[in-house]
């Protein structure tokens, strides 16, 4: 794409999808994000005004994003957003960007726990916030606590808290347990990292770019799901909720953890690819 000569909508992201073809996973849609970015419009209307002229600048803009893009960076650090249940994130560099299937811990929680004002539940190692503030979003009774033991994470999921209005979400520093103090929860959730340190997909893609921090808790990959369940049990009360989420094949493996624990009623979940991704247990 050179600058010089004006260039329709459809025909910019003609060229971004030629140039972005097999990067990544959906190179048409990364290329539709970055231009609607660009221009403050939807993809809607990029569909529907496909025959205006971008303007030089635009252009060049586009053309930047597209090269950032083409050399391996993720679309939701170019644009700074991403969107996870029905909310609109600001993610960066220090957090893991949500991802859709995480959305099934949301649903895990709304599914097993009444809408009752007073309500706590606790989001450890939250990132941008993403699952506390679905919850908090949804539940405005709730009373959420997310932790992280990145600051930098904690500083965008407050950021976020504070762009959407919700006010019914406390932060808080610390690794897994360590900061949810001495009053019981009725729910404790996590996307903690569980990816095994040796695992080549490490190196590869997007993941590349996010926290290694978030993607991986050491050699076998169950260290951080066997931490937070062994921990919480003393920071939940009876009947209380513990939901994980965790990697594709590591269902069998994450419902004996929570056993070995000592929850009960354990069950897994499978997200919508139909990979088993979400466990949940009872505390007695
Ligand atoms: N589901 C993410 C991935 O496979 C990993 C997230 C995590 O480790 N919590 O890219």
Redesign the pocket.
């Known amino acids: 794409m050179s600058g010089a000569a004006p260039i329709s909508v459809e025909a910019a992201l003609d060229r971004a999808r030629a140039r972005l073809a097999g990067r990544g996973e959906s190179p048409a849609l990364d290329a539709e994000v970055l231009l609607a970015h660009v221009l403050g419009r939807s993809r809607a209307w990029l569909r529907a005004f496909g025959e205006r002229e971008l303007g030089a600048a635009e252009a060049a803009r586009f053309e930047a994003l597209v090269a950032r893009r083409a050399a391996g960076e993720p679309v939701a650090h170019l644009t700074g957003r991403r969107e996870f249940w029905s909310l609109e994130l600001e993610v960066t560099p220090a957090t ?1 960007i949500p ?1 859709p ?1 995480t959305e099934l811990l949301v649903e895990a929680a709304l599914a097993r726990l009444p809408d009752t004002p007073g309500l706590r539940l606790a989001d450890l190692g939250t990132g941008s916030g993403a699952v506390a503030l679905a919850l908090a979003a949804e539940r405005p009774g709730w009373r959420l606590l997310a932790t992280d033991r990145s600051a930098a994470a904690l500083a965008v999921a407050r950021r976020n808290a504070g762009r959407l209005g919700l006010a019914n979400v406390a932060f808080r520093a610390g690794d897994w347990c360590a900061a949810l103090g001495g009053e019981p929860f009725d729910a404790i959730l996590s ?5 095994p340190a040796a695992d080549p ?1 490490l190196d590869q893609g997007d ?1 590349v770019h996010e926290p290694r921090a ?3 808790p050491g050699p076998g990959g169950l260290e951080a799901i066997e931490r937070i369940a062994r921990e919480s049990r003393a920071h939940l009360r009876p009947g209380g909720w513990l939901l994980i ?1 965790h ?1 594709y094949d590591q269902g069998e493996s994450a419902v004996a953890v929570l056993e070995a624990a000592g929850y009960t009623a354990v069950e897994d979940l499978r997200d919508a690819a139909g990979n088993p991704r979400v466990v949940c247990g009872r505390q007695p």
Request: charged share 20%.
């Open positions: 893991l991802r299937d996307n903690p990292p569980y990816i997909h993941l978030a993607l991986t989420e990697g």
